[in-house]
C-alpha cells in the first residue's frame, strides 16, 4: 500500500482529523468589496486572440437565425465567463457564444450530453434550446440554453456547510457511477498526473515571482508520487469550484460542463480546497466519498495545477479569480512569496 514520503506523512494523516494550514491572502488587485463581488470588466478581454462579444452582435445573431427570441431583453451574466460570453435572454433562456477557440468544441458536447446525463442527477443542469451558426463576422457555433434558477455558490451563501459538502458528494457519486459510454475522453486534469507534469511545472515558475514555488513543487511531486487512478475511468464534471448553484441555502443546480470527461475522480475531488469548504465540510466531503490518500494526493495536485496557471494569468483581469487562486494555495500549504 502506498504512504506518503516522510517529509509530508503528517500532512496526510492531519486532512481528515485536523484543520488545514490557514495563511493571510496577499491583497490583490481588486476594487473592494467581497470575493464574490469582484468581477471582471466585461470590457477587458482576457486572451489575447480571444473574439469580441457585444450585445449588438448577440442581437444580429438572434435576428438572423431566432427570430422569435430576438426581442427579447439581454442581459450579461456575471461573473463573466473566462471562455464563453454569457448573456441572459428574457427571463428563462441564456445565450452562451465562445470567445476564444479552445472552448468551441463545447457546444456540440452539451447539446449531445447534457441532456442525457440530465435524466440522472440530483441537481439541475442547463438545457441546451438551440445551436446557432457563425455569422455576421462570429466565428463559432454559439448555443441558447434555460436558465438555471439560483446564485454562484458561496460559504456564505450555504445554510450549512457540511449539507452542502453533503449533497456535492451525493452529486459527484451519482456522477461517478453512471455509465461512461460516449463520454469525451480524460482532458486537461482529468489526466494521469504524469501527462501534465511539464504544463505544471512551467505554470509553478511563471507564477513563482508570487507564490512560494518550493512549496508548490513540493506538493506536486508528492501528487506524482502517489498511485495513480487504478480504475476505469469515470464522469467527472472537472470544474466545480465555480459553477454550483445554490437556492435557498442549498445545492441546487451544476453549469458549465465544458471540462466534463471520463477521467480520474482526483480533479473533482480537488474542489475541497476551494472556499466552498470549511475543515469540517471536507473532512465530511472525503468521507462521504470514501476517498484514499493517494487520491487526495492527486487532487491536491490537480489544485496546484489549476492555481499556479490561473493566479498569474488573470492577475490583472479577473480579481475573483485570483482570490480563489490565493485562498487554494493557501489551502494547500502554500504561502504568498516573500521579498526582503
Known sequence: MWQPVSRYADRFERTLRLPCRVMPLPETRSTGGPASERLPDVSVRMHIDEVDVDEELVRRLLASQLPHLANRTLAVVEPWGTDNAIWRLGDDLVVRLPRIHWATEQIDRDAKLLPQLALHLPVA?????????????????WAVHRWLPGAGATLDRLDDPTTFALDLAELVRTLQQLPTDGAPAARNRARPLQAYDESTREAIQRASLLIDAEAAIAVWEEALA?????G????VHGDLEGNCLVRDGRLSGLVDWGSACAGDPAVDVQVVWTSLFTDESRRRFLTALDVDDATVARSRGAAINQACAALPYYLDTYPLIVERSWHKLAALGVAPRTTT
Open 232 to 235: 476505469p475511468a469515470v464522469w
Open 226 to 230: 502517489a498511485p495513480p487512478h487504478d
Open 125 to 141: 443542469v442547463p438545457e441546451p434550446i438551440a445551436v446557432g451558426e457563425p455569422g455576421h463576422g462570429y466565428p463559432y457555433r
